[in-house]
């Protein structure tokens, strides 16, 4: 029986995926860093776009993924995002929904909204450390990563990600540019979908990953100590989802 194929869309970059090789044990896997990053290099009106406008982050990285999947000559995939990355997974699940087998979410919501009722990011720490990335690189890079992720990040990988992402793109588009709801985007389509919280984080609200459970009532979902894109029991709850859509 041929390997499953997982594309793991970034939030900004591969480097987040540190559970790639425990994936690569069952699966072919592809990863790829987002428009602006690394040697994925664009224009500088390109990137400014990216890092400002509505939406269209998720947009550039939904397209460069559906790239990356017909480089390969993927028919069928499924989609793996974690945080910020999660809309671009969506978009690209509703471009081509006939290559799209199943979609994991780690830190699962409907938006990257820090307003209104259950909201699914903390207004507070959303606005702290958004004052302290735009105001102090460095203090952001030695333990606002780290922090923020609940320890998931190290600070030798946050090292890693801060070199390899444009400053300009990290300070103005974390958490931002985010379109249209995820139960808008999967609005009508029949994908297999696995919701996954990251419990304990200081982000991303107990409220925020309820909302999503309930907007999709088919769904599976499960919860792990760390950051699903670093976690060893994401991996695994990837796995197990995909052998049980796959015996669906």
Not at 127 to 133: D, G, I, K, Q, Y
Not at 148 to 170: K, M, N
Request: net charge negative.
């Amino acid at each position: 029986m041929a390997k499953a194929r997982i594309l793991l869309l970034p939030e900004f970059t591969e480097l987040e995926w540190k559970i790639k090789p425990r994936l690569e044990q069952w699966a072919e896997v592809a990863s790829f860093d987002a428009p602006g990053v690394g040697e994925e290099s664009v224009s500088g009106a390109e990137l400014d776009r990216i890092a400002s406008e509505e939406g269209y982050r998720h947009e550039t990285t939904a397209r460069r993924g559906l790239q990356e999947a017909e480089r390969r000559n993927w028919g069928r995939f499924i989609v793996v995002s974690d945080s910020g990355a999660n809309p671009a997974a969506c978009v690209l699940a509703r471009r081509r929904p006939d290559a799209v087998q199943a979609i994991a979410l780690g830190h699962a919501c409907l938006t990257l909204d820090s307003q209104g009722p259950r909201a699914p990011i903390n207004d507070e720490v959303r606005s702290a450390m958004e004052r302290l990335v735009s105001q102090d690189r460095e203090q952001f890079l030695r333990h606002a990563l780290t922090q923020l992720t609940g320890g998931s990040y190290d600070e030798e990988l946050s090292t890693r990600i801060l070199e390899r992402v444009p400053q300009e793109l990290f300070t103005r588009a974390w958490l931002g540019g985010r379109g249209e709801p995820l139960d808008v985007l999967l609005d009508g389509l029949d994908i297999p979908l696995l919701l996954v919280k990251h419990e304990g984080c200081l982000l991303y609200t107990d409220e925020g990953f309820e909302a999503a459970v309930e907007a999709f009532p088919a769904a599976r979902s499960a919860r792990v100590p760390d950051k699903p894109s670093v976690s060893a029991d994401f991996a695994d709850l990837v796995r197990d989802f995909h052998q049980a859509a796959r015996r669906s």
